[in-house]
C-alpha cells in the first residue's frame, strides 16, 4: 500500500499546478480539482502502509504505534489542505468571480482560505516528520530494517527543523514539493525493505 499510496502522492505533485490570479484559477479549475482529489484519494493507501510499517517495527514499547497515530493526525491535517484548495478556492472563486461581487472583499476572503491551507499544510508536515522520526529512532534500535534507513529518516526531521529555524516556506508549491518527495522517498525504501526483510522471514 505504501507504494500505491506513494506513486499517487508523486502524481499528485506532478500535477499540482503554481498559484495565481482568480482568473488564472477559473482557467485551470479542472486540474486544481483533479489533482487535490487525487491527493486525498492517495491518503488512506499511505495510511494503510504506515499501519503496516508500524506493526512491523512493533516493539513492547509500542512507540512505533505511537508514530502512527501521529502519521495519521498529519494525514487529517493533509486532507483538510487539499480539500481547502482542490474543492473550497476553485468553487468560491467559480461562483462569486465577475458576478460584480467586489474583488477586494474576495481576495481578503482567498487569503483568510490560504492561511487556514496553510496551517493544515504545517500540520501535515509536521506529523508525518515526527512519526518518521520515531519510525527511524525505532530502526536504530531494533534493527528490523537496515539502519542506514534510521539514519535518512532522521536526516529527513533535521532537514525540516532546520528549514524551520531557518523560515523556509514549505507550503509554497514548491517547498510542499519538496517535502513530499523527500517523505515519499523514505516511505518507498522503507516499504521495499519491509517487504524484502518479510520475504526473508
Not at 498529519?74 to 468560491?92: D, H, K, R
Not at 508536515?125 to 527511524?136: Q, R
Amino acid at each position: 500500500m505504501l507504494f500505491i499510496g506513494a506513486l499517487l502522492a508523486t502524481a499528485t505533485m506532478i500535477l499540482h499546478p503554481t498559484g495565481g490570479s482568480m482568473e488564472y484559477i477559473m482557467k485551470i479549475r479542472n486540474v486544481i480539482v483533479f489533482s487535490h482529489a487525487l491527493a486525498i484519494f492517495c491518503l488512506p493507501f499511505i495510511g494503510f502502509g504506515a499501519w503496516g510499517l508500524s506493526e512491523f517495527l512493533h516493539t513492547p514499547g509500542r512507540v512505533s504505534i505511537l508514530g502512527f497515530y501521529v502519521f495519521s493526525m498529519g494525514l487529517i491535517g493533509g486532507m483538510i489542505s487539499a480539500a481547502f484548495n482542490g474543492f473550497v478556492l476553485p468553487n468560491f472563486v467559480e461562483r462569486y468571480y465577475g458576478t460584480g461581487a467586489n474583488e477586494e472583499t474576495l481576495e481578503i476572503m482567498i487569503r483568510y482560505g490560504h492561511f487556514i491551507n496553510a496551517a493544515m499544510a504545517y500540520i501535515f508536515i509536521a506529523g508525518t516528520t515526527f512519526a518518521v522520526g520515531v519510525w527511524s529512532v525505532v530502526i536504530l534500535m531494533t534493527n528490523r530494517l537496515p539502519k542506514w534507513l534510521g539514519y535518512y529518516g532522521l536526516l529527513i526531521l533535521v532537514a525540516g527543523l532546520a528549514g524551520l529555524l531557518l523560515k523556509f516556506n514549505f507550503v509554497s508549491v514548491w517547498g510542499f514539493r519538496t517535502f513530499v518527495f523527500g517523505l515519499v522517498s523514505w516511505l518507498v525504501l522503507a516499504g521495499v525493505l519491509m517487504w524484502k526483510a518479510k520475504t526473508t522471514e
